[in-house]
């Protein structure tokens, strides 16, 4: 699905002749409105006479009440009521009085971008056809903050893309075009407070989960998904079955043989008997760490570069699997660990809810990490503002990684930059983390815990859009219902010692799915770990990763020293974190050698 939103003005219409669109939804006054390729079973449209509300994704509507209810909204704020209800991904779109709303989902798996076109402000569901209206160019600076590991650039510069004249619409945002075509952003959506029991939470999660479910299930559908044996996509996969989908599932076999996944995936394959299950093989190429973006994925990923691009060819021979098995819609656990596990903020926010409590729950996790009583007070007791926090964070994006037994409750994760980057990238990227600090004026929450689920979960959305543009044409989408709006809200809403009782694995969404997924499956109280996957791949790419060293389009760009880059390959370290600076590096390499601008060095005359 690909789409544009036009404003109620001649030059709109204008600009729905440059597009040429396969679909075309109009105004009431009958200009173009939203113009673009999509399914019909993808879109719903409400009229109520000159009023028009359009769903573009998997949700479910009363739709003669939602007639009813957009006839008596006299402002595009009142769509509030609609949006804040319904469950699923989707992007929405009112036209009301010559004026336009258009938003997506809070995570921003359904996103929503903006650009300067024909003297007038529009919006689409991606970055293509705003490139192809406007003819953006790189941006080089945030180029380099792709390099940033682990995870590139923290919230709000992840949500930037890397060509400039591209804007996203912010977290919690809808876009208001007027009849001239001019363009504000309204910040509508907020994280309910946090007041509810470990029972009431995990009610509203069960609630919401099998709305999502619901959503998404429909006759004659078949639905693939991941079932890796962790806690998260295992219990969507029995939600699915319990919602009667046709599931299809894949697994697939960790290297690491202390790794259970296995196990559990079979244990629960077994209790599974209508889905259709397959194992995959733990060494095969497409599991490995890969080289990023190759021909084949040319002008696939218009954002810029992504974390997940090691494993684009994994993605890429699982959307080929689902598909051969009739599958559209392929699921994921993305959102379940920012959801029901722990943050590293949550001790900070633990002992100031609790302070009695929340302190002896801290304590587990202090003997659990072997931190020092003085570094665990000392984080304790920062009260850094979100802004102070982000511009520190700058300050050491070029310091060696902090130590493993360190404590960091901040607001912001702390990536660093590769030692192979070059002083002008590191400064560069400094200077988009200060500025971005002293623009931002507020953070996603004000409990900082609560901040960084919010921010990681952003990620999670915008990696699930991103794996979905590489997998465009084949068939199947990628789907994350655990970041569906209402789930989040549900579980979020849940007051942080609860979600995170002392003794137990993810308690908040085992309680939510008891009777849905079998006890024995939420026995499980740990997560697999897949550094082994990353090692072995850097070895049998070698050659390839190589490659990449030659004649680079970083170092082109002044970005990075090639022959640093190159000894990290040769010999990346023991750890696993020694090998995330090197794929955020191969991403962004690959990612140019596919996605050629008129500013790489070479061709500036």
């Not at 204008?14 to 399914?39: F, K, Q, T, Y």
């Not at 497409?286 to 084949?296: C, F, I, K, R, S």
């Not at 010692?497 to 003794?503: F, N, P, T, V, Y």
Request: charged share 20%.
């Amino acid at each position: 699905m690909e789409f544009v939103v036009l404003p109620d003005c001649p030059a709109g219409a204008r600009l729905a002749a440059d597009l040429r669109p396969a679909h075309r939804i109009d105004h009431a006054s009958g200009r173009p409105w939203i113009v673009g390729d999509w399914s019909p079973d993808e879109v719903t449209v409400i009229e109520a006479g000159p009023r028009r509300l359009v769903l573009l994704g998997h949700t479910r509507l009363d739709e003669a009440a939602t007639t009813a209810a957009l006839g008596r909204m006299r402002s595009l704020h009142d769509v509030d009521t609609v949006a804040s209800r319904l469950p699923g991904l989707f992007h929405l779109t009112a036209s009301m009085d010559g004026r336009t709303r258009v938003q997506g989902s809070v995570a921003g798996v359904r996103q929503i971008f903006t650009a300067e076109a024909g003297g007038v402000t529009v919006a689409a569901s991606g970055m293509a056809p705003l490139v192809r209206l406007t003819g953006a160019d790189l941006d080089e600076t945030v180029l380099a903050a792709r390099l940033l590991a682990p995870g590139g650039a923290p919230w709000p510069l992840s949500l930037r893309p890397v060509t400039r004249g591209v804007d996203p619409l912010g977290t919690g945002h809808w876009l208001e075009l007027d009849a001239d075509g001019r363009s504000r952003q309204i910040r509508w959506w907020e994280l309910p407070e946090a007041t509810r029991t470990l029972e009431q939470g995990a009610q509203a999660v069960r609630s919401a989960l099998s709305e999502a479910l619901a959503a998404r299930v429909r006759p004659g559908r078949t639905i693939s998904a991941d079932l890796s044996g962790g806690l998260d996509s295992t219990s969507l996969c029995f939600l699915a079955d319990a919602a009667g989908a046709d599931l299809v599932t894949y697994h697939v076999m960790p290297l690491d043989g202390a790794n259970e996944d296995s196990l559990w995936a079979q244990k629960a394959a077994a209790l599974l008997p209508r889905a259709r299950h397959h194992t995959l093989s733990s060494d095969r190429a497409e599991n490995l760490l890969d080289v990023g973006y190759t021909a084949e994925y040319a002008g696939a990923a218009p954002e810029g570069p992504s974390t997940w691009a090691s494993g684009l060819a994994h993605v890429k021979d699982l959307a080929a699997r689902a598909t051969a098995e009739g599958a559209s819609l392929h699921l994921t656990g993305f959102g379940g660990d920012e959801l029901f596990g722990r943050m590293p903020a949550c001790a900070w926010s633990l002992a100031r809810a609790h302070p009695v409590s929340g302190l002896k729950l801290v304590n587990r996790y202090r003997l659990a990490n072997r931190w020092s009583w003085g570094a665990t007070v000392r984080a304790l007791t920062d009260r850094s503002t979100f802004a102070q926090n982000l511009t520190a964070v700058a300050a050491r994006i070029s310091a060696p990684p902090p130590p493993i037994d360190e404590p960091d409750f901040g607001w912001v994760f702390a990536p660093r930059m590769p030692a192979w980057a070059t002083p002008d990238a590191v400064a560069a990227v400094r200077k988009l983390l200060t500025t971005a600090a002293a623009e931002t004026p507020s953070p996603l929450d004000a409990d900082r815990a609560r901040h960084q689920a919010l921010a990681s979960i952003v990620f999670e959305g915008k990696t699930v859009r991103q794996v979905n543009t590489v997998v465009a044409g084949t068939g199947t989408v990628w789907d994350a219902p655990f970041l569906d709006d209402r789930v989040l809200e549900a579980a979020l809403s849940t007051q942080v010692d609860q979600r995170l009782a002392s003794g137990r694995f993810k308690p908040l969404l085992t309680t939510a799915v008891r009777g849905v997924v079998p006890a024995d499956i939420l026995g499980r109280r740990d997560k697999g770990e897949f550094s082994a996957e990353a090692f072995r791949g850097i070895e049998r790419n070698r050659a390839r990763l190589l490659e990449l060293c030659e004649d680079s389009h970083l170092a082109r760009l002044g970005l990075i020293d090639p022959a640093a880059f190159r000894s990290a390959v040769l010999n990346p370290g023991p750890m696993s974190h020694h090998l995330q600076p090197i794929e955020t590096t191969v991403a962004c390499e690959s990612w140019l050698r596919t996605h050629p601008h008129p500013q790489d060095k070479g061709e500036r005359r």
